[in-house]
């Protein structure tokens, strides 16, 4: 059995409801979501290194295994009738002997079309790029066109680049320099060269690129360099990625060509459990009534029957959504949840439906939120069905190799002698919640915005008390739901009596990470602690994010943005320059409106100076001269610094200028959300905020469903 190596996640997803309807282009929510895509792209084909792949290969450094190619093949289902390979070999080894990588194209396609479902075309789509995908960005998205592309139905020979289309990808080298991978007899290592690492970078941005778009449990992809050729498969667990071998010689490619075009969708990778609705009946018209969908968009059907677990008696048969309103693909592994607003005819209402790759040696999400129940604890959401995929609906002969193709092969991780550590695979995992709300940046005022952020406190207090930490406290993770806040998106919680908060990667949403996280990562730690007070350092930066971003205040867009990328460094530098600063200066610099939000944060700003983990020494430094007021204020500061173990002063504080009612004059009348950045601003283009928000859906045109075409 194959295995995978251990993954690095990020965790950068919310289950917040959109803004507004899904926008025009689900490539805006692909371009923002892939690695490093604010950056000018620039083709492979030339000698210049793109800097854009080269850090989606940094990103996904160590996420491929080498799968023998019998083993890979084996993963289609065997199909009669192949033509004999004879046939192409001298046309094949003249396209290897070509001197220029554009020139291998037409008689590649040409050699292989035989062995290709004649209902389907392998297109030459090198230089016509996507155009959903440039139009969704500032920059010039010019190396976002795979050289081929297999489409499962007729197409123009000289095609438009389309992931969302797409059934496989062919990509060409013509030069060793760009090998990415360097094989040995028992396995494959990244190549380290720039070189190298930018045709890694260029080949997992392909494949997220379609696993983005589609509904996908896997993703082929075959790649050539002269007259060399490897076969990569890539779920979310990790690439499983061939030797090299001579494709004019052999008959890999011709085989794996043929089974891939003549099988079904479920054994080539599409999750058939979800499908694009073609009729136009009365039950789908009233779900695109209740969805606000036109007759243009995709209107999607999901079977739940396949999700195994069923809460409070309820059986929700199937469900029909909209495309999904959040995409977690910044990296092209891990949990890649999406949140999909979603109509049940059977109960008549509008529900929230969630779908991630969940580790199986971690608690589902239902499970924490039925203890989070069972011990009372306030403003969380409630569980209709929940449970981890299967796909009893497929005859066993219709798929190879794993015969579940929605749980993914085996990551392994190994301690630095090469030990076993532990060894867990992906489950795909759908949750369906009663609650849909909307995102806490659509504040009605900003009273209702930190009442908001009061519940989401109390929500976690009594987790705690419980014994659960939430571990990832977001923008996205608290909504709104009837005037009032909810904590969501459980699923990296975990237990104090599961061997503490302990993880072997960074937990939570990097731009509201606590100091003490960031500063583990910096240290190259293997295992990070998490604590209730980086949980409730979290809220303290998604309550200062967000009144900068959608607060009423006379702040530039430079001065703002600058105070945002603040938020955005992988490292602890930038936090601690926040913490530094003087409480009231802080304040002041953020020119809110509010008086109500100004007094919880001068607040907030004093008890972030104590998150440092040096703050002895700065107070010591500030009163150098004077000895005793450094004692006095180094003892102060002790009994501060305790705070962010303790919830209390954080309920205490905003309920006494939110709730009691001698604060009412603190708080403008209607003062609600606005965008402050302008949609031209480069801010608007980080990919991380913009998904926060859930303010650039997908379009239905580009997302598909499994059913949306034959075979």
């Known amino acids: 059995m194959s295995h995978l190596p251990a993954l690095i996640y990020e965790g950068d997803v919310t289950n917040s409801p959109p803004r507004q309807p899904a926008s025009k282009s689900l490539q805006a929510t692909l371009v923002k979501s892939l690695p490093g895509s604010t950056q000018t792209l620039a083709s492979d084909n030339s000698s210049f290194v793109d800097d854009v792949y080269s850090a989606a290969s940094k990103n ?9 190619i019998q083993e890979l093949l084996d993963l289609l289902p065997h199909v009669p009738g192949m033509p004999d390979v004879r046939a192409s070999r001298e046309s094949l080894r003249e396209v290897g002997r070509k001197g220029r990588e554009t020139d291998m194209y037409t008689p590649f396609v040409s050699a292989m079309s035989a062995y290709i479902n004649p209902a389907w075309t392998l297109a030459n789509t090198s230089s016509r790029v996507d155009k959903d995908l440039l139009g969704a960005t500032m920059n010039a998205a010019k190396s976002r066109a795979p050289d081929l592309t297999l489409f499962p139905f007729a197409h123009s020979e000289l095609s438009q680049a389309d992931f969302s289309l797409a059934e496989t990808l062919g990509e060409f080298k013509n030069d060793v320099k ?9 396995g494959i290592q990244d190549g380290t060269s720039n070189t190298a690492q930018s045709t890694r970078g260029q080949l997992v941005t392909y494949l997220n690129a379609v696993q983005a778009l589609q509904p996908r449990t896997r993703v082929f992809l075959f790649y050539v360099n002269k007259d060399q050729c490897r076969i990569l498969c890539h779920t979310r667990a990790g690439t499983q990625v061939t030797h090299l071998f001579a494709y004019a010689e052999t008959d890999h490619l011709h085989t794996f060509l043929w089974r ?156 630095e002698a090469g030990n076993l550590k532990r060894q867990r695979r992906l489950l795909h995992y759908r949750l369906v919640i009663k609650e849909f709300g909307i995102s806490l940046s659509e504040f009605q005022s900003t009273r209702q915005f ?10 976690h207090k009594g987790a705690c008390d419980v014994g659960i930490l939430h571990r990832d406290i977001s923008v996205g993770n608290i909504i709104i739901y009837e005037g009032s806040g909810l904590l969501i998106d459980w699923e990296r919680a975990k237990r104090f009596s599961d061997n503490g908060p302990v993880a072997t990667k960074c937990t939570g949403t990097r731009q509201f990470m606590s ?10 730690e293997t295992l990070f602690k998490h604590r209730v007070n980086d949980d409730l350092e979290s809220f303290i930066y998604v309550a200062l994010w967000t009144a900068a971003r959608y607060a009423p205040n006379s702040m530039s867009e430079g001065i703002l943005h600058d105070f945002l990328l603040q938020f955005d460094s992988t490292t602890t530098i930038a936090k601690r320059k926040l913490a530094l600063q ?130």
């Open 260 to 415: 891939l075009s003549h099988a079904s969708r479920a054994a080539r990778g599409h999750d058939t459990t979800i499908s694009e609705v073609k009729t136009t009946g009365a039950e789908e018209e009233e779900a695109r009534l209740q969805l606000g969908l036109k007759q243009k968009d995709a209107l999607l059907k999901i079977d739940m029957q396949k999700a195994m677990v069923q809460k409070n008696a309820v059986t929700i048969p199937y469900l029909y959504a909209s495309a999904p309103f959040t995409n977690n693909h910044l990296s092209a592994v891990g949990q890649a949840s999406r949140c999909y607003r979603a109509w049940d005819p059977a109960s008549q209402r509008i529900v929230l439906l969630k779908e991630s790759w969940r580790s199986d040696d971690q608690e589902a999400e239902h499970l924490i939120i039925a203890s989070l129940h069972e011990g009372n604890v306030p403003h969380i959401p409630t569980v209709l069905v929940a449970g981890d995929v299967r796909c009893n609906a497929f005859p066993s002969a219709m798929l190879a190799g794993n015969d579940n193709p929605h749980q993914t092969p085996y990551v392994v991780e190994r301690d």
């Open 60 to 68: 996904t450094r160590g996420i491929s295994e080498w799968i023998p």
């Open 178 to 186: 760009w090998e990415p991978f360097q094989d040995y007899a028992d």
């Open 582 to 711: 003087d409480p009231d200066v802080a304040v002041f610099g953020l020119e809110l409106q509010s008086v109500g939000l100004q007094t919880i944060f001068v607040e907030f700003f004093r008890t972030l100076y104590y998150v440092l983990p040096d703050w002895e020494r700065v107070v010591a430094f500030r009163h150098r001269a004077d000895a005793r007021k450094r004692d006095e204020a180094i003892m102060e500061g002790k009994a501060k610094a305790l705070w962010l173990f303790d919830h209390e002063w954080m309920i205490d504080l905003l309920s006494s200028v939110v709730v009691a009612p001698e604060s009412a004059h603190m708080w403008p009348a209607g003062d609600k959300a606005e965008h402050n950045l302008s949609k031209f601003h480069p801010a608007m283009h980080q990919s991380k905020r913009d998904l926060e928000e859930g303010g650039l859906g997908p379009h239905a045109k580009r997302f598909h469903g499994s059913a949306s075409t034959n075979n």
């Open 515 to 524: 100091i003490h996280i960031l500063q583990q990562a910096e240290n190259g």
């Open 450 to 459: 930190a009442l908001c952020l009061l519940h989401g406190v109390e929500a």
